[in-house]
């Protein structure tokens, strides 16, 4: 049974190849005379026409003056940091207390400002570990403050788990301090 399905099988591929293999020919018969045909089109007589003026491209603002507005948005108002227990990246009641001033001040004093909040950690855990924690703590602030009603897309959120250290130490006094998520005005 095997050996008569295999063989209808391939006599089945054979044909299929046979078929599309076989290209078929034009023939022209040797009476029919072949005429090519050719369309001569008028040529039309050349215009002028005016360039127009594109406007110049407006250069960019140079960093220096980026820099001032953010330097004079960061002399308008002072956004607190807020600090998170250890290994987590839920806001306590006083962080929530804290982002609701640094939201009514972003809102009311730089409305225009674009901000960036860095999330930090303490020197225990790995750097893998604390640059997701740092990650997790900006973000949890982040989504804290769009809740207030400051636009997403003037926030940005960056981790430096435990590469920037507010205080030196080893105790639980100075990782309690960097334990937090701080607040930049870029622009």
Not at 64 to 85: C, G, I, N, P
Request: with cysteine; aromatic share 4%.
């Amino acid at each position: 049974m095997r050996n008569g399905l295999k063989g209808m099988v391939v006599a089945l591929g054979m044909v299929a190849l046979m078929a599309s293999g076989c290209a078929k020919e034009e023939v022209v018969k040797k009476d029919e005379p072949v005429v090519q045909q050719q369309t001569v089109k008028a040529q039309e007589p050349v215009r002028q026409v005016e360039p127009v003026k594109q406007p110049e491209p407006q250069p960019e603002p140079p960093k220096q003056e980026q820099t001032a507005t953010a330097a004079k948005a960061s002399e308008a108002v002072v956004l607190e940091a807020v600090y998170f227990d250890f290994d987590k990246s839920d806001l306590r009641q006083d962080a929530r207390d804290a982002l609701s001033k640094n939201a009514e001040a972003l809102l009311k004093k730089v409305a225009d400002a674009k901000i960036k909040i860095e999330g930090h950690c303490d020197e225990r855990g790995s750097d893998e570990y604390n640059l997701a924690l740092g990650d997790r703590r900006a973000k949890s602030v982040a989504k804290y403050l769009i809740t207030l009603g400051v636009a997403a897309d003037r926030i940005e959120t960056i981790s430096y788990g435990k590469e920037k250290p507010a205080v030196d130490g080893h105790d639980e006094a100075a990782w309690s301090k960097n334990r937090r998520a701080e607040f930049v005005i870029i622009k």
